[in-house]
C-alpha cells in the first residue's frame, strides 16, 4: 500500500539434518514467502546452527574465509580428511568435531558406543594450533562418541592410565579404568590457547539428563551400554576433579557437559575451556540482532522442533533475538510442542512439513519443496496481520 513501509521477511533455519542445509533451507523458505508476497517484500536469507552440523560453514561465511583440510581419524580410528577454518586474521580457529567424530563418517559399521572416541578431533586441533591459532572454538554436536572427551586429551598429549599405569581402552570402555591423569606431556599451545566449546544442549554431565541416558541411544547404546557410559563418565569428573583440585560437583552440575558424549568434559577441566550456546556462538558472529531489525515476519526451523529447541538451539536465538512482536514461524520436519507451548515461548505458529503419509526417506528426498510449501501456507495465514502493520 502506498506510504507503507515493504515487509522484511526473514528466514533463519538450522540445517535439517540428514536433509538440507541452513543455507537450502533459507532459500526454500523464501521461496515459500516470495510466492505469496512477491516483489512486494524485500527477502533476506541468514542461515544458521547452534553448535553441531553446519556451524563450521556458517562461521566461514561470516569470516569469509575457506575452509583447510586435516588429515585425521574418524570415531573409530580410520584415517579421514576434515576440514577446520580460521579467522582472518589467523587467530582464531572454528573446529566442527563431527568432521572428525561424527556419525555419519561411522554409518558403514555397526554402531559402537563404547569404542568410539574422540582422538581425531584433537588432531584437528593440533594442525589449527600449527596453523598459528592461539584461540579455538570447538563445536561438538553430532558426534559418534561418549568418551568425556578423553580421546580430544590423549591426542593433545594427556595421559589417561589404569591402575597398572597403561593408557586406558579408548572410547567409553575405558572410563571406569582411568586411576590418575597425567598432563607433563600436554601440548604447551594447547594449555595456553583459549578455548570456547559450542553446545547445542544444557543437559548435565550424568543422570536421567544426561550424556548417556539422553544421547546415548543415538549412538547405538542400549539399557546396559547406557549404564556402562554414565557409570564411567561420573568416574572420570570425579578422577579429573581431583586431579584439578576441584569439587566433583562443579563439573557434574555444570549446563551442557551432557552435549555430545560429554566431549567437554575433560577440556573444561585439564584446559579451562569455556562451554557457550552455539547458537550464540553463531549468532555473534553473524549478528543476527541486528540483521533482523526491521523483520516484518521471521521465519526458522530444524529438523525436530521439541523442548529442547528451548533450550540453546537455532529456534531459541531466533526467539529471543527478533524484534518484540515480530511473527516468528517455525517451520520442521517435526512439531513435537503444543500450540500454547509455542504461544508461551514466543512462536507465533509452528507447521510440520509433513503434508501427509510419507515416509523419513521421502520427506528427506523432498525437503526442499516441503519447506517452501509449508512457508508459503504460514506466511498465507499472516498476509492481513503483515498488511497492518
Known amino acids: 500500500m502506498p506510504g507503507r513501509r515493504r515487509p522484511l521477511i526473514v528466514a533463519a533455519p538450522d540445517s535439517f539434518k540428514g536433509s538440507c ?43 569469509g574465509q575457506e575452509p583447510r583440510q586435516v588429515q585425521t581419524t574418524d570415531a573409530l580410528g ?12 589467523r587467530g582464531t580457529a572454528i573446529i566442527e568435531a563431527a568432521e572428525a567424530n561424527g556419525l555419519p563418517w561411522v554409518a558403514d559399521q555397526p554402531l559402537q558406543p563404547l569404542d568410539a572416541d574422540t582422538a581425531g578431533v584433537g ?41 597398572q599405569g597403561a593408557q586406558v581402552r579408548p572410547g567409553a570402555r575405558g572410563l571406569a579404568d582411568v586411576v590418575r591423569i597425567d598432563v607433563d606431556g600436554l601440548d604447551a599451545r594447547a594449555r595456553d590457547a583459549g578455548w570456547r566449546i559450542a ?7 550424568c543422570g536421567p539428563r544426561g550424556a548417556a541416558a539422553v544421547f546415548g541411544p ?15 563418565l561420573l568416574h572420570l569428573a570425579e578422577v579429573l576433579a581431583q586431579t584439578v583440585g576441584i569439587d566433583p560437583g562443579a563439573l557434574l552440575r555444570r549446563p551442557g557437559l551432557g ?52 533450550g540453546g538451539k537455532v529456534v531459541d536465538l531466533v ?41 523419513l526417506d521421502e520427506l528427506v528426498a523432498d525437503a526442499p519443496r516441503r519447506i517452501a510449501e509449508t512457508a508459503a501456507h504460514g506466511c498465507a495465514l499472516l498476509t492481513a496481520a503483515l498488511r497492518e502493520r
Open 123 to 163: 588432531t584437528i586441533a593440533l594442525a589449527a594450533l600449527a596453523d598459528g591459532a592461539d584461540a579455538l572454538l570447538l563445536c561438538i554436536g553430532g558426534s559418534a562418541t561418549s568418551d568425556g572427551g578423553v580421546g580430544l586429551l590423549t591426542a593433545l598429549g594427556a595421559r589417561f592410565l589404569d591402575a
Open 21 to 63: 542445509s541452513a543455507a537450502i533451507a533459507a532459500q526454500a523458505m523464501l521461496e515459500g514467502a516470495r510466492s505469496v508476497f512477491g516483489d512486494d517484500a524485500d527477502y533476506l536469507a541468514l542461515p544458521l546452527a547452534d553448535g553441531g552440523e553446519g556451524t563450521l560453514d556458517a562461521m566461514l561465511a561470516a569470516w
Open 218 to 232: 543415538q549412538k547405538g547404546a542400549d539399557a546396559a551400554a547406557i549404564a556402562v557410559i554414565d557409570a564411567g
Open 78 to 89: 580410520r584415517p579421514r580428511r576434515a576440514r577446520y577454518g580460521l579467522s582472518r586474521d
Open 259 to 310: 552435549g555430545a558424549g560429554g566431549m567437554a568434559l575433560a577440556a573444561v577441566a585439564l584446559l579451562g575451556a569455556e562451554t557457550v550456546a552455539g547458537s550464540d556462538l553463531v549468532g555473534e558472529a553473524i549478528g543476527v540482532r541486528s540483521a533482523m531489525l526491521g523483520a516484518s515476519l521471521v521465519l526458522t526451523g530444524e529438523g525436530q522442533l521439541d523442548s529442547q529447541s528451548l
Open 319 to 359: 526467539r529471543r533475538e527478533a524484534p518484540t512482536g515480530t511473527p516468528i514461524v517455525v517451520i520442521a520436519g517435526t512439531v513435537r510442542l503444543s500450540a500454547a507451548e509455542c504461544r508461551e515461548a514466543g512462536i507465533t505458529a509452528a507447521f510440520s512439513i509433513a503434508d501427509g503419509p510419507a515416509t
Open 199 to 205: 553446545v547445542d544442549v544444557d543437559n548435565p554431565l
